[in-house]
């Protein structure tokens, strides 16, 4: 079943990731989402650990070097997205997500920040998406698309 995606998206590390790794299985899909976001017609809010997850991951691609992963951050700094950063009521629900869902506290601190701005949650994991089935506003990357997209 599709969702239509209408206003703010929490994109996950998984999506994020393929906008650097576009010869990855579903690179063209998280590029849509992303020129969305451009236009103004989706507003992507992430933790601000997402950052330092890309970068992370970035680091270790054997193929980037130090001053290709300096790029690539930067440019998700200019794209304008709303960087959210921790607070102490939004960690302790991501805890109990963590908990309840059996998921690690850095992907429920996703969910947590989707849930408290009335977002969805997008992300390629389908992991964990079996994990959160029950959490109406978590989907698929393969199961969005966006209102008033072709």
Known sequence: MTHLLSGIVVPDSSIVLKWFRRAEAGAEQAEALRQAHLEGRLLFIVPDLLLYEIANVLRFKSDLDEAAVRSAIRSLTQIHLEVSPVTEPRLQRAIALAYKH??????????????????DF????????QKVSSLPFCHALTDVAILGGE
């Open 122 to 129: 997008v992300t390629i994991d389908e992991k964990l998406l």
């Open 102 to 119: 059996d998921l690690t506290v850095y992907d429920a601190s996703f969910i947590a920040l989707a849930e408290e701005t009335g977002g």
